[in-house]
């Protein structure tokens, strides 16, 4: 079943939870063995892979699978309203939009990955096709830019997400 947020997404059928589910094992995958260079390049692989597998829990949830994606502190930017600090904040925003909601496409393009150690700064754009349940759907675009945080336990998680929606194209006048 497919589900919408207004914020970001990836539409993937259902092969794609297969796809979705063997990001999230390597997002979470920790390999203290590689060299300095290597790991880097393999952390910055894991983090792609995080943002494919946030993307895949928006569309198939449940919304509290998404909180958990967040540092128990992390912080959603959304234009227009307060930031939403924590993850009780981030589920208690998401749980009614994802019941009244539905997303027919969405995807991160990464444009690049910042590493400094434990953390990580993805820089891209979203497309999306979502909106309310029984309505026609409309399409978002924008920048995206993400911190990602490795914690303890070797899993990255999303410190802080802000997005910069791209303003819609005028109507064309006749």
């Given at each position: 079943m497919r589900r919408t947020l207004p914020l970001r997404s990836a539409a993937l059928r259902q092969t794609g939870r297969i796809v979705g589910l063997s990001?999230?094992?390597?997002?979470?995958?920790?390999?203290?063995?590689a060299s300095p260079v290597d790991g880097a390049a393999i952390a910055v692989q894991e983090v792609r892979a995080a943002m494919r597998a946030y993307d895949s829990i928006l569309v198939y949830?449940?919304?509290?699978?998404?909180?958990?994606?967040?540092?128990?502190?992390?912080?959603?930017?959304?234009?227009?309203?307060?930031?939403?600090?924590?993850?009780?904040?981030?589920?208690?925003?998401?749980?009614?939009v994802w019941i009244g909601s539905t997303v027919l496409i969405a995807?991160?393009?990464?444009?690049?990955?910042?590493?400094?150690?434990?953390?990580?700064?993805?820089w891209g754009s979203y497309e999306e096709i979502a909106g309310p349940k029984g309505q026609a759907p409309s399409?978002?675009?924008?920048?995206?830019?993400?911190?990602?945080?490795?914690e303890a336990d070797g899993r990255w998680r999303i410190a802080r997400v802000m997005t910069q929606p791209t303003p819609p194209a005028p109507a064309a006048s006749h």
């Open positions: 990001a999230i094992a390597a997002a979470c995958a920790h390999r203290p063995d949830g449940p919304p509290d699978s998404t909180a958990t994606k967040y540092t128990a502190d992390g912080i959603l930017f959304i234009p227009g309203m307060e930031p939403l600090r924590g993850r009780r904040a981030i589920l208690d925003f998401l749980a009614p995807k991160t393009t990464v444009d690049t990955v910042e590493l400094l150690g434990d953390r990580a700064y993805l399409l978002y675009r924008g920048r995206v830019v993400i911190d990602w945080v490795r």
